[in-house]
């Protein structure tokens, strides 16, 4: 028994092992070993040829216990590289990662199962809550959704900032830019951007920012006449012909609410990858983030046409997306604005004007629709104070005999003062006036 060999065979193969003995004994054909094994007769041949010349061992598979063929040779550094530039990358995004950047090629499952397998943790998936389904919009450029990001997108390499981002609900095409802030000025901004290269779209799909809808309450006479209190970015949007929808939860827009948490995976790592430290390195990095991203993850629309609307000659989009502010103009030509005097250089005759903030900066006014001169008055002049009428003072001085201040040398004045005025000291004291 010492000198036999051990066979290691999975279940299996010893019962084709039993078969293919029986056919060659004869007790069966080889059309039935075939049959019963589910092989093809020239398999069957072929495994009795193996047999009778290496014995029952040659029913085991030759590659048992050995390495795959098709093993990849790098697995050792690209579980390398996965720790130290990409552990908090999950399988699919560190797999295009390895293959853009280090031109390593594995399968995100396999990367996956190689993790699992080493012990590494890795980024996993959110289950995602229940949500009624809606169907998207038919055609590109009938709704946008839009809304602001704030995130740590350049950790702590660099400033915060907002990803205003823009999605289409018909294709899934992402717009957007980084700014400073999530305000009026930005959502301009960005949305001049967007019509620049896309057109005006058919509506937007807000939510209730005190930027995207106004937290005025309207007057009386508003009231009167059914007049919303419209913010500077709803108003603009109105002068294009946009109509705005407001969203009641984030749930509503859940699409561009999805977006963001993609993007602040996968655009937050990218600008990592880039070393980007400033808003215009980040810029420069969603510039070409963006297209690739639509390019791989954008769905074809269910109806081709196109529903932006290109500018019309004629509209000043300047003169739309900016700051309006209505200012009352003072008897000396002089308007104050943003804590700030301007004197109006042109002869009018009204008592209002409208001042506009540009988004590049620049500062317009303008009377119905003529365009105003004018300079800052950086020094004012100070008014002169008047000068304050002289009082005399007024000093209590006390009259009884037994008050510690007739001791006081100055208690001889005070007596002579007396004399010559002829003045009766009172009971408790006398009030005298002094120059």
């Known amino acids: 028994m010492a000198g036999r060999d051990i066979i290691m065979a999975t279940q299996e193969e010893l019962r084709a092992l039993h078969i293919l003995r029986k056919a060659i004994d004869k007790v069966i054909t080889q059309k039935e070993a075939a049959e019963s094994i589910d092989i093809s007769e020239r398999q069957v041949r072929r495994k009795i040829s193996v047999m009778r010349e290496e014995g029952d061992k040659g029913i085991v598979r030759k590659l048992r216990g050995r390495s795959s063929n098709r093993i990849l040779p790098h697995k050792d550094r690209i579980i390398s590289l996965f720790k130290d ?22 399968n995100d499952e396999t990367l ?32 946008v959704q839009m809304d602001g ?4 997108w350049l950790e702590d390499r660099g400033p915060k900032c907002v990803f205003m981002g823009y999605i289409d609900d018909a294709t899934g095409t992402p717009f957007g830019r980084f700014y400073k802030y999530e305000g009026t000025i930005p ?3 960005s949305f001049k951007r967007y019509i620049k290269k896309y057109g005006i779209p058919i509506s937007v799909y807000l939510d209730k920012h005190s930027t995207y809808k106004s937290t005025g309450k309207p007057s009386m006479e508003d009231e009167l006449n059914n007049i919303v209190p419209l913010s500077q ?7 294009l012909g946009v109509d705005v929808i407001h969203a009641n939860s984030p749930q509503a827009k859940g ?34 983030f963006l297209p690739a991203y639509a390019k791989r993850f954008s769905v074809k629309a269910l109806k081709s046409d196109d529903l932006h609307r290109p500018v019309s000659k004629g509209m000043d989009i300047d003169r739309i997306l900016c700051i309006k502010t209505k200012r009352f103009l003072r008897n000396d030509f002089t308007i104050i604005h943003n804590g700030k005097l301007y004197q109006i250089l042109d002869n009018i005759r009204t008592d209002k004007v409208i001042v ?20 800052e008055i950086t020094v004012r002049s100070k008014k002169e104070e008047p000068r304050k009428a002289f009082k005399p003072k007024r000093i209590y001085m006390p009259v009884p005999k037994d008050h ?16 010559r005025e002829k003045v009766a000291p009172k009971e408790k004291g006398l009030l005298l006036t002094v120059a």
């Open 356 to 375: 506009e903030d540009r988004i590049d900066g620049d500062m317009i006014i303008w009377h119905k629709k003529t365009m105003l001169k004018f300079i």
């Open 255 to 288: 699409r561009v609410e999805r977006l963001f948490n993609t993007f602040q995976d996968r655009l937050t790592k990218e600008l990592r990858l880039e070393d980007s430290r400033t808003i215009e390195d980040a810029n420069k990095v969603a510039e070409r």
């Open 404 to 419: 510690p201040w007739r001791r006081f040398k100055i208690n001889t004045h005070y007596q002579q003062y007396q004399q």
């Open 187 to 189: 959502a301009m901004d």
């Open 85 to 106: 530039k990409y552990p908090d990358f999950g399988p699919t995004l560190a797999s295009e990662k390895l293959f853009e950047r280090d031109k390593l090629k594995v």
């Open 112 to 143: 996956r199962l190689w993790l699992i397998d080493e012990g590494i943790p890795y980024k996993k998936r959110k289950k995602r809550p229940h949500r009624q389904w809606r169907e998207r919009k038919h055609h590109f450029g009938q709704m």
């Open 149 to 152: 990001s704030h995130h740590a």
């Open 233 to 239: 970015f709803e108003r603009a949007l109105k002068e």
